[in-house]
């Protein structure tokens, strides 16, 4: 390990000790990560999770809200003044415009803290008021989650992978054929820099419309002020022979460094180390929609994610030696209401076939993990066509009312994953294709909140333990 990395995780070190003491004088918060990749939808499931609790909506499968302890929810101003507060307001306005519109995505870091106030439990719990449990829900995209895989990669072995699957894609044509007119020990040129760093974006867009999943670095589609900058101005390039000294290859290298220390070193110290709670929103419908060679890499995807989340369980003294960990992780499949209830266990068991080498990871290190299907905001109803089950739903290109049969799903999802990676799946193909939906209109009402599919049992997995106790009375 270099003296540098040394010092920084000395750094990162003193700087958790000084919010897990903050924490433990005047109260931890929950701080629950949403993340995913585009089209996942993080912003719904954020919005539909706080219109829910500030309504009242009764969620069968979370404990506090079943067994009436949620006396109040409310928002107040987040503790920090430097970064973006979630747009709730807006994103609620959306869903319920006439007519209604899914949320804009995430393209940044926010955040935004929501307060229980909760009746307390226990033999005492008639002697003691009520309690309040601040949970601080972070939005940040999943492409800087992926980011976080690159911390223990050179810039010589993520050139490496990345040229090697770019190679078995019809769209890394084009990347490939810029790289025939290029020298990497030629002396360097910002000309030369941009033009390939161009046509690299215009390749991970690709890969994204595509419903691939490795999209690191993920600023490279999602840039904010940092456009132009030499620490986005790189490429993966394969490493020349003889000397690299004053090479292109040498500065894109210090350029990819510069990119980990400048961009996503300070993302890991001062975002993702603080969160204990996460949920990752997986489109996998769109990868079942897009093939065998999607899911694929949505499986090695989500497996380098959990190693970025370091795993583990929290306690005040492993925080002090190692830093915040994650010690609950939920994978959601979302879109769940674009399949007939039928269906619902088959696509939540590719999910976790998905994630099955990942979670036995994450379970070794310590941390509980889940896999699940839902849908933050339903969209359909159900129906039957010729014996066939089906939703009903507004469509999204052209605001049609609609019956769609997506077609059924494997009942072995191992073996569908075994199949695929032997090369011999017989592909879901026009047997499955889903239909993508409009917002049901008038999707939230003051007392009923939004209707869903499994919101109340992701909310009981990442927070129901944290809030069945009383730590402290107000």
């Known amino acids: 390990m270099a003296i540098t990395d040394i010092g920084y995780r000395i750094i990162d070190r003193v700087d958790a000790l000084g919010t897990q003491m903050s924490d433990t004088i005047f109260g931890a918060p929950i701080r629950l990560g949403v993340t995913g990749l585009a089209r996942s939808g993080k912003t719904v499931f954020i919005t539909s999770l706080i219109a829910n609790l500030l309504s009242g909506a009764k969620l069968p499968q979370f404990a506090a809200s079943a067994q009436d302890r949620i006396e109040l929810a409310y928002l107040i101003p987040q503790p920090n003044d430097t970064i973006a507060r979630f747009d709730y307001e807006t994103h609620l306005a959306q869903l319920c415009a006439h007519p209604p519109t899914w949320p804009d995505n995430t393209k940044g870091i926010s955040t935004l803290r929501l307060t229980l106030k909760l009746r307390p439990t226990g033999l005492l719990s008639g002697l003691r008021g009520a309690f309040e449990q601040h949970i601080d829900i972070v939005d940040y995209p999943g492409e800087w989650l992926l980011d976080l895989c690159l911390m223990d990669k050179s810039y010589e072995e993520w ?208 941390a509980q993990t889940a896999a699940l299907s839902l849908a933050s905001v339903r969209s359909t109803t159900e129906a039957l066509h010729e014996d066939h089950p089906c939703v009903r739903g507004t469509l999204l290109s052209n605001r049609k009312n609609t019956l769609s049969y997506a077609g059924s799903l494997p009942e072995n999802a191992q073996q569908l994953l075994r199949d695929i990676s032997d090369g011999r799946s017989n592909w879901l193909g026009a047997e499955f294709t889903s239909t993508p939906f409009a917002p049901p209109v008038d999707a939230f009402h003051p007392d009923r909140g939004i209707a869903h599919i499994r919101l109340d049992q992701s909310l009981e997995f990442l927070l129901g333990d944290r809030i069945c106790s009383d730590p402290r009375v107000i």
């Open 159 to 366: 050139s490496s992978d990345v040229l090697h699957r770019m190679a078995s894609r019809v769209f890394g044509a084009e990347y490939v054929n810029a790289l025939t007119n290029l020298d990497p020990s030629d002396p360097f040129t910002d000309a030369a820099a941009r033009s390939l760093a161009v046509c690299f974006t215009d390749y991970l867009e690709n890969a994204r419309v595509a419903g691939y999943s490795d999209l690191s670095p993920g600023h490279f589609l999602l840039p904010g002020d940092m456009a132009g900058s030499p620490a986005l101005t790189f490429a993966p390039v394969p490493k020349p022979t003889g000397s690299i000294r004053k090479t292109f290859w040498a500065e894109m290298k210090r350029r990819y460094d510069a990119y980990k220390t400048h961009v996503v070193r300070p993302f890991f110290r001062d975002h993702f180390s603080k969160i204990d709670r996460q949920i990752v929103l997986v489109d996998l419908l769109s990868a079942l929609d897009n093939g065998p060679d999607a899911l694929s890499d949505l499986q090695r995807t989500m497996s380098d994610v959990v190693r970025a989340f370091r795993p583990g369980q929290n306690s005040f003294l492993t925080r002090l030696v190692s830093g915040q960990r994650v010690d609950k992780i939920l994978f959601a499949a979302t879109k769940a209401d674009h399949l007939h209830h039928t269906q619902h266990g088959n696509y939540t068991n590719i999910m976790r076939a998905i994630m099955d080498d990942a979670l036995r990871h994450a379970k070794f290190r310590g």
